[in-house]
């Protein structure tokens, strides 16, 4: 099930530039959605979320903006540094299950360059 | 800042064995999951667990998957024997409040089944 999709594996930006990290769903029911961020040989770590109500949320150079009817999700850093070279997941919880299993997309590669 | 803790950090096994995979969440948190990623695959839901019982499981948690609280702090994941397919990151998590806030993973267990 692909649920939250991811479809670019892989982007690669200069530092200082714009980073856009994009993120599909299809399913309506969800109302809240979670960017983490993935370094090698680390566990996921929560980097930002909003909440259906909002269509952007920002926080530092962190934003994500939402567009409901489009179904698609974007977060976007500015400016980027090269520390910000990781894996981002974007994933949402499954309001349906009891305790909110969470939904991922496959990732993608953020790569800063100097 | 506290944090999610999994032992071991890689573990490597032959098919057919047993293998206990830990974890001690974060202290006053109540929900506990766990989740996997086979190399270059999504992160997967596995279980989730609240008041020492399961909530709600996946596909991929059969009969050979179980899940336990022995004591206070730590939360393991037992597969009694194990498959090649077994091989994967397995990510242990936790909540405060079940599907209302952003989970907390720890850093991973590498399960290498041979």
């Known amino acids: 099930d692909q649920q939250v999709k991811q479809n670019s594996p892989s982007l690669s930006v200069q530092e200082g530039r714009i980073s856009i990290l994009n993120c599909d769903y299809t399913?309506?029911?969800?109302?809240?959605f979670l960017w983490y961020k993935k370094y090698p040989a680390e566990g996921p770590t929560f980097l930002i979320s909003?909440?259906?109500?909002?269509d952007k949320n920002e926080d530092g150079r962190f934003t994500v903006f939402l567009n409901k009817s489009a179904k698609h999700l974007s977060l976007h850093i500015v400016p980027s540094q090269p520390g910000d070279s990781a894996v981002y997941f974007c994933?949402?919880?499954?309001?349906?299950?009891?305790?909110?299993?969470?939904?991922f997309g496959r990732g993608t590669q953020l790569t800063v360059w100097p | 800042e506290p944090e999610v803790t999994q032992t071991p950090s890689h573990q490597v096994t032959q098919m057919g064995q047993e293998v206990i995979l830990r974890c001690v969440p974060i202290?006053?948190?109540?929900?506990f999951y766990w989740y996997r990623q086979i190399l270059g695959q999504k992160v997967e839901f596995l279980v989730s667990?609240?008041?020492?019982?399961?909530?709600?499981k996946s596909e991929i948690f059969d009969d050979q998957f179980s899940v336990e609280r022995p004591d206070g702090s730590n939360f393991t994941l037992k597969i009694r024997s194990t498959k090649l397919e077994d091989s994967a990151m397995y990510f242990c998590?936790?909540?405060?409040?079940?599907?209302?806030?952003?989970?907390?993973f720890g850093q991973g267990t590498r399960l290498t089944v041979v």
């Open positions: 994933a949402a919880p499954d309001r349906g299950s009891t305790l909110g299993r969470l939904y």
């Open positions: 202290s006053n948190h109540l929900y």
């Open positions: 399913n309506s029911m969800f109302d809240y």
């Open positions: 909003i909440s259906s109500i909002k």
């Open positions: 667990f609240y008041n020492n019982e399961i909530s709600e």
């Open positions: 998590a936790s909540i405060l409040e079940g599907g209302l806030g952003e989970a907390f």
